[in-house]
């Protein structure tokens, strides 16, 4: 069975480009199923994302597990859909949604077929990247997001009063900082504790003073970190003190028995939704409603996040799920967490380009 490295930071690795907002896809080879049901519903989606325990009440019906191939860069996946490839259900993020829709590859999904639905946070459901044109284009199932993980013994105190990203430009900290080492999380951070609000679109103007805290905040990094992994061994050993960082490195660090904590800054935090959309050639729609019925099943959900430390939008998860995991994630109260997050959004290719050059340049010393 397909199994996240270290739970979930597989698909955090494979989620650089999310936060690069250039998001890509690509094809790994199927998995042959001989069960019965291998051929009702071909499921596009990410390592780890087939494991039986989300897919139990699809199991029990249809004997079996359903045709899986799995997303590793999202552009070579789209690409191939364009010339004709169908996968039934493919589980992007919600950044990339419109992308498909207008392709015309996706349908809407009729949300009347489906048993949780009812159960999905709100908020979820009406972000403008599921729901657009007046239809819903993707179920949201889960979520995760980016902020400060920082070691509570080893930053002052002040810091929990008053979290900010300003911590990871304060010369207090200089050599014992990190950053994600994308445009999106250089260019962004630096757009939100400069007061911008339009972290997505930057005017000119407002690049060239992100470039200047950019080029101050390098100067003080211990590290850019491009794998999880390493990140969390500079915070276990106490090398980092505040880093841009995950929930899945979150709880790692704290099964490790590191003093750390995923701040809620004043700016807020990222947060990605990912889910499911359906191809307008879907061969069994049945079947497709079912599978997407069990992945966002309640039992699915506590078990998705005991698992792989990623929120469910079923808000009856919450309530099968181990209440101190759910406290280690900072997880406990998904409403509030979502209502003080900021949803990456696609970029306009050219904004896009400006960025990775700013910070193409900002790593070369510029």
Known sequence: MPKPINSSLSRRTILKSLAALGVSYSVMPVFSNPAKAANEVHYHTWSGYDSKELLKPYIDKYGGMPEVSHIASEEESFTKMKTGWAPDLIHPGNYNVRKFLDA??????????????????????????CFMDGAQYMIPTEYGNSSIIYRKDLVDKSFAENPSWAILYDEKYKGRLANYETAAAVVQCAALVLGYENIYDLTDEQLAEVKKLASKQRDMLRMYWSDATQLEQAMASGEVVAAYGWNASLVNLKKQGVDVEMAVPKERMFTWIAGFTMHKNVKNEDAAYDLIDAWSSAESGAWLMENYGYGSTNLKAYEKADAKKLADLGISDPVAVLSNSLFFKSLDPAVEKKYQTLFADVQAGG
């Open 104 to 129: 015309g590859l996706i349908k809407p999904i009729d949300t009347s077929r489906l048993k949780n639905w009812e159960n999905i946070i709100e908020s979820v459901r009406k972000d403008d990247s």
